[in-house]
């Protein structure tokens, strides 16, 4: 099901909706992030009771990522992906005014496990919409998640900065990007979403079900590709500007700028992987990105200084840019299962990935030292080198 001709105007206004989707997602969260300190004080809640409760939203994911291919074969990922955003518009909105740290953790919790259903679909449709386009699309998907990212927290700042009361903000944005959300909906590809698959290229119809065993390998692969690019990313997220405030002894303006190379780069990356996804191939890029990451960050972390840990950062967030996008287009065409259930396990163990990551390094920048701890980072570049060649070649592969 790819289309060899002029793209017709329905499947662009597809490819636009599931673009709307995945800015939608981004920013509603987003929105809420510069004003927590707002809700912190409002509750009047400790560092620890406000880190308890925003640990929610991770839990919540991970207790219903494992129902979204379940309820994409009932609902379809179009209608999953519209509807779950009206719904975590709503959760963000009521987590911003809750009046008591049980309602903010349970609206986090909600709001999490949304967030992961979401998640699935919009990959899920978005893959769909690819696999018409017959070249890749999905990175520029994700490229539009950074955007909306930051689109949401300079939203909030904003809003911080003119006073505007919490519950107007989050309740203004909620409707907006609810009614955008809506408005996606009804642009999405019609029909069940196992409608556009070739039998014989995702299901195993044309030569029987794959051995139970390589399910497994296949799938554990692309969970442990996955993790890497969660610890790649977390890097720059939790641990880019205590590196360098403590170990290069950077100022605090300066010491931000880690997490915006990084972030700066895999935006970039992403905006402009699908071209070089279709010109090379996924196997080739992601392997290729793997070699970028071990070599930024081994660069970074063996001359230690600003510059140097600055453009290892980038050139990390340039490779891991097309690495989940790939991992998800790859899982999502496992032979032998279900529409939507290899794109659901390998979105979970991803999760746990980005669970696992800051612990991890903590322990570890505690037991020697946060430079030697950022190493996992080269350890992740390494075994996406190795493990990359499990991805398909290309976007029209089978």
């Not at 689109?151 to 903000?169: D, E, F, I, M, N």
């Not at 069940?192 to 051995?211: F, I, K, S, V, Y």
Request: with cysteine; hydrophobic share 55%.
């Amino acid at each position: 099901m790819t289309t060899t001709g002029p793209i017709s105007p329905p499947l662009r206004r597809a490819r636009a909706a599931v673009a709307a989707c995945f800015l939608t997602n981004a920013v509603l969260y987003a929105a809420l992030v510069p004003r927590l300190p707002e809700v912190k004080d409002r509750l009047d809640l400790t560092n620890a009771s406000l880190g308890a409760a925003l640990a929610a939203l991770p839990l919540g994911a991970l207790l219903a990522a494992l129902s979204s291919a379940a309820l994409i074969r009932r609902l379809g990922s179009g209608r999953l992906a519209s509807g779950g955003l009206v719904a975590l518009a709503v959760a963000i909105w009521a987590a911003g005014v809750a009046p008591s740290w049980a309602l903010l953790a349970g609206a986090l919790l909600v709001a999490g496990a949304l967030d992961a259903v979401v998640d699935v679909a919009q990959n899920a449709h978005g893959l769909r919409v690819q696999r018409h386009y017959g070249r890749s699309i999905l990175n520029t998907f994700h490229g539009v998640w950074s955007i909306g990212a930051v689109t949401g927290g300079l939203l909030g700042s904003a809003a911080a900065g003119l006073g505007v009361p919490l519950a107007v903000h989050l309740g203004v944005t909620a409707v907006v990007f609810a009614g955008v959300a809506l408005l996606a909906g009804r642009a999405m590809l019609p029909g069940p979403d196992e409608a556009d698959r070739d039998p014989a290229a995702d299901t195993g119809a044309a030569t029987g079900p794959p051995p139970r065993r390589g399910l497994v390998l296949g799938m554990a692969a692309l969970g442990v590709l996955a993790a890497c690019g969660a610890f790649v990313e977390d890097a720059g997220s939790s641990w880019s500007a205590l590196y360098l405030r403590t170990e290069l002894d950077a100022g605090a303006a300066t010491a931000g700028l880690g997490f915006v190379a990084l972030s700066v780069a895999m935006t970039v990356g992403r905006l402009t992987g699908d071209r070089v996804v279709d010109r090379f191939g996924q196997r080739r890029v992601a392997r290729g990105g793997g070699a970028l990451i071990a070599a930024g960050m081994g660069l970074a972390l063996a001359v230690p200084s600003v510059a140097t840990t600055l453009v290892g950062f980038a050139l990390a967030g340039l490779g891991v840019a097309t690495l989940v996008p790939a991992v998800y287009a790859a899982a999502d065409a496992l032979p032998g299962l279900r529409p939507g259930t290899g794109l659901t396990l390998v979105n979970w163990l991803l999760r746990i990935g980005f669970l696992a990551s800051p612990p991890l390094v903590g322990v570890l920048a505690d037991a020697v030292s946060l430079r030697a701890a950022l190493l996992t980072v080269v350890a992740a570049g390494l075994v996406t080198l190795v493990l990359g060649r499990v991805l398909r070649r290309s976007v029209a592969a089978g």
